[in-house]
């Protein structure tokens, strides 16, 4: 088992900046992907990003590219999201969540998810 606890989220206006946490407990953490989702209200959840298992390949959808950054700290069993110029259509609860094959995008190949946390962007 893996334990995933997600932070850092909250309400910022359009251009702000926040950056996501999400610390993990249990099974060795650098056996997994990680992966971040997110899912706003109504629509189904879809990936945002993802990193490898000692961060040498990340993977982003288009719409972040350029302003998210995923990183990951194995030493401290936690991995990143960067969040910069948000815009009000990143409004959206936010999953990280472990794999250790996944494909990046498929949130079906994940097999542990955190709680999720708020991220809101004001225009």
């Known amino acids: 088992q893996v334990q995933l606890v997600e932070s850092g989220g909250g309400l910022v206006q359009a251009g702000g900046s926040l950056r996501l946490s999400c610390a993990a407990s249990?099974?060795?953490?650098?056996?997994?992907?990680m992966g971040w989702f997110r899912q706003a209200p109504g629509k189904e959840r879809k990936a945002v990003a993802a990193?490898?298992?000692?961060?040498?390949?990340?993977y982003y959808v288009d719409s972040v590219k350029g302003r998210f950054t995923i990183s990951r700290d194995n030493a401290k069993n936690t991995v990143y999201l960067q969040m910069n110029s948000l815009k009000p259509e990143d409004t959206a609860v936010y999953y990280c969540?472990?794999?250790?094959?996944?494909?990046?995008?498929?949130?079906?190949?994940?097999?542990?998810w955190g709680q999720g946390t708020q991220v809101t962007v004001s225009s």
């Open positions: 969540a472990a794999g250790q094959w996944p494909t990046w995008d498929l949130d079906y190949e994940y097999d542990y």
């Open positions: 249990g099974r060795t953490f650098s056996n997994y992907y």
């Open positions: 990193i490898s298992w000692s961060g040498g390949s990340t």
